[in-house]
């Protein structure tokens, strides 16, 4: 896979219809938004794609799914620490 940089594609979700995300990343790590710019992560408990929050510089779910306004004051363009990210992509393809 090529790095991505805010290219817009259709995602599924489990409890809810196909939604299009704008996606920045590789192969190695990821990071989603909603076209407004809202960070979003997937909560396997709702089945759905929700707008993130960032906490100790890792995103949770803020619970809102995406066919409800984003939380009142959320920050456009939001994004996990580096160190985050770094460990997010050594857990998905450990060193050989």
């Not at 510089?57 to 770094?86: C, I, K, M, W, Y």
């Amino acid at each position: 896979m090529t790095a991505i940089f805010g290219e817009l594609l259709s995602f599924s979700q489990e409890k809810g219809p196909d939604i299009r995300l704008k996606v920045f990343g590789d192969e190695f790590y990821a990071r989603y938004e909603t076209p407004e710019g809202y960070s979003v992560i997937y909560d396997q408990e709702l089945g759905l794609f929700v707008y993130a929050l960032l906490q100790d510089g890792r995103f949770v779910s803020s619970g809102v799914n995406l066919g409800s306004s984003p939380p009142p004051n959320l920050a456009l363009h939001l994004e996990e620490d580096r160190r985050v990210q770094t460990s997010r992509a050594e857990s998905r393809f450990p060193k050989r």
